[in-house]
């Protein structure tokens, strides 16, 4: 069993994305997608046990002091401090505030979902985390659907992760002016932009004593504070917001955290260092890789140089149809037989692909 | 279905045009047959099985040496005389590429000929998931060769997800432990000659196996040997001689010599049609293939 049950797995699972290519049905495609995050998610935790991997390696290093502990040291240090930055930290409090605003449905029905929405301050990039919940609060017909007459609330909810104050933090809330209409909390509501006296009109009610859908200047709720209108809908000034002390640590992912700052200060550089290696790497490589010693070196050498020449201005200029040869050079005689490697590759990996789902290549799996 | 209605107009001579943007073979919106790839992937899988069975009942079909496979085991060889190391680098890419799967599974059988030796293994890792598979799989090679009681864990190392972060921490490593022979089996990108080169400094012989063509170039240049594309994919068949691999290898060879017969009447009739245009028949087919 403790071979069968995995090769089974792989059979299953290798001829559902074979069928895949195959079967265009929605469910199907769904049902692709979402095995593919199960793939990712479990990756996820494999990072678990690649620290473990680290920490124990460089730790026995270190413990026994061998030859070059110091840089095992160095690696730890710079594993815990990128730990702290982008994961510990972000469990401790931050900087929160939240809105409600209650709106009635007027027209049709509305999506829960969609129907209100928020956006950062402007200028803010990522340091707010906003999160927009809007709940059913007065269903008429118990169907549990937003539809006319129903009343909705939004809660929207920021934290704050920026290493300093933000001095005037202003959250635009859009929402469908033709579908929703913003009250308070009695149901009144509330006033959105101020009409001149003469576009006002007569407050009526209706049969049904409803309030009226158009607002008269000057009647209706106050708005909650902080909250205003607008002509395009609704703005939260949430004030000053301070950091916490977890801003001041300048931890998260934010654009002002210390952990961007290591990743954009201490290893950008060292990867650009790393690939600027490569041009020397690729001089010494070829010094050693066009020595005349055969046909097929003779063949490669004179290739090279060919196509070196004609990709700068001084091989054009010696003689102008370089570029031209070039071109034939690399669409043709290299395109040609990189593409019947492809071929061979492809061919290659689809065989082992169909050796391992139906099981004849067994090598993967631990054996007993 | 519409390909079939393709199928009906080539019978009768005639090639229609199929529009861009609909699916020739699909029905109902539910299953796409895609039926050239279809027939293609049919026709493979039962090369594949028919060779499969003629490798068992002919243990001894024969199979073109390849260089670079060969000097696995005598680069090991040379490890074990120097009294060095060898180091196995399984690519870069996560385990969901089928590259690192199959560098596993050479990592087993390399595992167990260092095992047998007496050499020291060693294998950074550039992928957390990898790490744990490829800890299972040298174990198992010195299980394969009854001598767990040698197996260390500590020489399968996780070294970093980042690519360059890999590539100095691999080649500090080759630096400081001087190994004598390097592996370079699996899924390589721009590190590979900044991996290769330091294999070179380093004095040791290194065998490299990659289906990613770009790299390809690199590996020539500066390793001993090179496992070019599809004969990355057959090192276990050479290496283990198993009917059921070798007969794989040789369904290939066959289904490419297939390809290369349609590719040559697919550029004659290409030829053809723009000089003298051609008969209806044959039109319709080139529709059929062109879907």
Redesign the interface.
């Given at each position: 069993m403790k071979r069968e049950v995995p090769l089974l797995l792989t059979f299953l699972f290798g001829a559902f994305f074979v069928l895949s290519?195959?079967?265009?049905?929605d469910r199907w495609k769904l049902a692709a997608e979402s095995v593919n995050n199960w793939?990712l998610i479990?990756?996820a935790f494999?990072?678990?046990?690649?620290?473990g991997?680290?920490l124990?390696?460089h730790g026995?290093k270190i413990s026994r002091q061998e030859t070059?502990w110091g840089?095992s040291l160095a690696t730890i240090l710079g594993l815990l401090v990128m730990l702290l930055f982008g994961i510990v930290l972000w469990f401790l409090p931050q900087t929160q505030g939240s809105q409600t605003v209650r709106f009635r449905v007027i027209k049709g029905q509305v999506d829960l979902e969609k129907a209100v929405n928020a956006s950062s301050p402007m200028g803010s990039g990522d340091l707010f985390d906003l999160r927009v919940l809007t709940t059913l609060v007065k269903d008429a017909a118990n169907d549990g659907k937003a539809d006319e007459g129903d009343e909705i609330e939004t809660r929207v909810a920021y934290s704050y992760a920026g290493s300093g104050a933000f001095p005037s933090a202003v959250f635009p809330i859009s929402y469908d002016r033709d579908a929703l209409m913003p009250v308070g909390a009695g149901g009144e509501p509330l006033t959105l932009v101020t009409a001149p006296p003469s576009t006002a009109q007569a407050a009526s009610v209706d049969a049904t004593g409803e309030p009226p859908k158009t607002i008269p200047t000057g009647e209706g709720a106050s708005f909650p504070p902080g909250l205003s209108g607008s002509e395009t809908g609704l703005v939260w000034n949430a004030g000053s917001v301070a950091p916490s002390l977890f801003g001041t640590a300048r931890a998260g992912n934010g654009a002002t955290s210390l952990y961007t700052w290591f990743y954009d200060a201490v290893?950008v550089p060292?990867?650009s260092t790393?690939?600027a290696?490569?041009a020397f790497?690729?001089s010494?490589?070829?010094f050693?890789?066009f020595r005349i010693r055969s046909t097929h070196a003779v063949l490669l050498g004179v290739t090279a140089l060919v196509v070196i020449l004609g990709s700068v201005p001084v091989g054009e200029a010696l003689w102008h149809k370089f570029p031209t040869l070039v071109a034939w050079v690399m669409n043709c005689l290299q395109t040609a037989g990189?593409r019947a490697?492809?071929?061979?590759?492809a061919?290659?990996?689809?065989?082992?692909?169909?050796?391992?789902i139906v099981g004849?290549?067994k090598?993967?799996l631990?054996?007993d | 279905m519409r390909g079939f209605a393709v199928l009906a107009g080539i019978a009768a001579g005639a090639g229609p045009a199929l529009a861009a943007e609909e699916?020739p073979w699909?029905y109902k919106?539910?299953?796409?047959?895609?039926l050239p790839?279809?027939l293609a992937?049919v026709v493979?899988?039962g090369l594949?099985v028919f060779m499969?069975g003629v490798a068992k009942r002919n243990p001894h079909l024969y199979i073109r040496p390849l260089a670079g496979i060969t000097a696995i085991e005598e680069a090991i060889g040379r490890a074990t005389e120097m009294g060095r190391p060898v180091i196995y680098i399984p690519g870069v890419d996560?385990?969901?590429n089928?590259?690192t799967?199959?560098s596993?599974?050479i990592l087993?059988?390399v595992a167990t000929m260092v095992a047998k030796y007496g050499t020291p293994l060693l294998v950074p890792t550039a992928?957390?998931?990898v790490?744990?598979?490829a800890e299972?799989?040298v174990?198992?090679g010195y299980?394969?060769a009854g001598v767990p009681e040698n197996f260390n864990p500590?020489n399968?190392?996780?070294m970093s997800?980042?690519?360059?972060?890999f590539?100095?921490a691999t080649n500090?490593m080759i630096l400081?432990e001087r190994p004598a022979a390097s592996l370079l089996m699996g899924s390589f990108y721009?590190?590979s000659?900044?991996m290769?080169?330091t294999g070179f400094r380093a004095g040791a012989i290194q065998v490299a196996g990659t289906?990613n063509?770009h790299q390809?170039p690199?590996f020539?240049?500066?390793c001993d040997y090179t496992l070019?594309?599809?004969?990355?994919?057959?090192a276990?068949a050479y290496l283990s001689r198993e009917p059921?691999?070798v007969g794989?290898i040789k369904?290939?060879d066959y289904?490419?010599l297939i390809?290369l017969a349609i590719m040559i009447a697919g550029a004659l009739g290409a030829t053809m049609a723009l000089n003298w245009g051609l008969p209806a028949w044959l039109n319709g087919l080139a529709g059929f293939l062109n879907f």
């Open positions: 290519n195959f079967i265009t049905a793939v479990v990756i494999t990072y678990v046990l690649g620290v991997n680290i124990r390696i026995l070059g840089y290893y060292m990867q790393m690939f290696l490569l790497f690729i010494s490589a070829a050693r890789a990189k490697i492809l071929i061979g590759a061919l290659g990996a689809i065989a082992t692909g169909m050796k391992m004849a290549e090598g993967y631990a054996r | 699916a699909s919106g539910v299953l796409d047959f895609k790839i279809l992937l493979f899988a594949i499969i996560d385990i969901n089928i590259q799967i199959y596993m599974v087993e059988k992928s957390a998931f790490t744990p598979v299972e799989t174990k198992q299980l394969n500590n399968i190392r996780y997800n980042e690519q360059f972060a590539t100095a500090g400081r721009a590190e000659l900044l290769a080169e289906a063509i390809l690199f020539v240049v500066a070019i594309g599809e004969e990355f994919y057959v276990t059921g691999l794989t369904a290939q289904f490419k390809l």
